[in-house]
């Protein structure tokens, strides 16, 4: 069976140590690589749709959660506070929230500055029974793609409708193939926050965003604080998780004591939107090794081009194509130990899109032997032409290796 586990360690993507801690993965260069070209297109991504990011620290005082109601509706699931002195304790944070109140909250806010996005990749933390922990499915520290949209209640419809459009945009881009959307409300029990009427009001909206969208309703499975849209996916094993959600949230904004000055100069208070457009990392990650098993499309591909000198001849043209490749930035390898063949074989193994043979004779004049991952290989062209074939497919972020004819 398919596990990311395995693959992770075949492909030195990421390692577990039980000294660093379970559910503590430490991301090798090859997975670091890939997660950066992840965070960059998301980062971009959210930079065209209005999104402002900002950064906030993984800890906070004690009373900024109890503030948040992080403390009273969801200590089970953080680490116990740190206690520096008697009137001075810290949190390791479950969520991102609190700090981007604090961004709204930072100055005066007008309501033309609304809808107001703030993003932010950032670090979280959540107490995981270590039964439960696996890999990057399941981990104690998450690296959350997060953003909060503070806007006014009749703005809430538009917000949503235009973050599912995200959602879809990234997943298509990744490769996610989601397995279903889920509403997910309050269940029985004491663990929510608000009255009555703006849960309503929260579901309605969610619904009418939903209106014509194959769904299903989960009672139980709402934040502590509203109701949301999940969009689940399943691994390899079966499980179901969430990858993507939109949160709707009237109850920080009072407790933070959120407000904006409205066209009549009155003031109002503005409604919390929080969504993630792929989930944490290590999550998405988890599904990606697996829905891949391990070929990522080239743009994230750890290694994007192995060049193969067929003997010592080629070395320094190998060299200097390489220099030239990372001059246009590819990620780019050379290996010239052990028989061709072998490291053929090597670079099927490590899943790399593009293998570049060099000859005698295509380094005498320049040209580069393509091989595409899967054995294809293309005839001889100007190495130019190869590198810019590859940073073509790059940069359209193209799940596949050539160009459409
Ligand atoms: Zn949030």
């Known amino acids: 069976m398919i596990d990311h586990r395995r693959l992770g360690r075949e492909l030195d993507l990421f390692v577990s140590d039980p000294l660093a801690g379970a559910g503590l993965p430490i991301w090798l260069p090859a997975g670091a690589a890939a997660r950066h070209a992840v965070e960059e297109y998301v ?17 906070g005082k004690r009373e900024l959660f109890e503030l948040s109601g992080h403390l009273g509706y969801f200590a089970d699931d953080m680490f116990p506070p740190m206690r520096l002195s008697a009137d001075d304790e810290f949190v390791l944070r479950p969520a991102l929230c609190p700090h981007h109140a604090l961004v709204f909250r930072a100055r005066g806010r007008s ?57 879809r945009e990234a997943h298509a881009a990744l490769g996610v193939r989601p ?10 029990g004491e663990k929510y926050v608000g009255d009555d009427a703006q849960w309503a009001r929260a579901e309605d909206l969610l619904r009418a965003a939903l209106a014509g969208m194959e769904y299903v309703e989960a009672p139980g499975e709402a934040a502590f604080y509203g109701p949301k849209i999940d969009i689940q996916i399943v691994d390899a094993a079966g499980r179901e998780s969430t990858i993507s959600t939109i949160q709707l949230d009237f109850d920080k904004p009072e407790r933070f004591d959120l407000s904006y000055t409205d066209s009549d100069g009155s003031r109002r208070r503005p409604v919390m939107v929080h969504r993630s457009l792929v989930g944490s990392m290590e ?8 829905v891949h098993e391990g070929a990522f499309p080239a ?45 053929i074989r090597d670079a099927a193994r490590r899943r790399v899109p593009y293998l570049g043979v060099l000859g005698a004779r295509e380094a005498a004049d320049g040209r580069l032997a393509l091989r595409l991952r899967g054995g294809r290989a293309l005839d001889p062209m100007p190495a130019a032409d190869a590198l810019a074939l590859i940073g073509g497919q790059v940069a359209a972020r193209s799940a596949d290796l050539l160009p459409p004819d």
Do not use: K
């Not at 980062?43 to 800890?59: A, D, K, N, W």
């Not at 397995?179 to 029985?188: N, V």
């Open 43 to 59: 980062r971009e991504l959210e930079r065209r749709s209005g999104h402002q990011h900002v950064y906030s620290p993984p800890l």
């Open 111 to 167: 309501y033309r500055e609304l809808p107001l996005r703030v993003a932010e990749l950032g670090g979280m933390y959540r107490s995981e029974r270590s039964g439960v922990l696996g890999g990057l499915s399941r981990v104690r520290a998450i690296s959350l793609n997060d953003a909060h949209t503070f806007c006014a209640p009749e703005q809430v419809g538009a917000e949503v409708a235009e973050i599912l459009g995200l959602i």
């Open 179 to 188: 397995a279903g959307f889920r509403l997910s409300l309050r269940g029985p």
């Open 283 to 290: 999550r998405l990650f988890a599904y990606l090794i697996e």
């Open 299 to 343: 743009w994230y591909a750890p290694v994007q081009l192995v060049l193969l000198p067929v003997d010592d001849g080629q070395v320094d043209a190998a060299a200097d194509l390489a220099r030239q490749a990372v001059d246009v930035g590819l990620r780019v390898a050379v290996d010239v130990a052990g028989s061709l063949g072998a490291r």
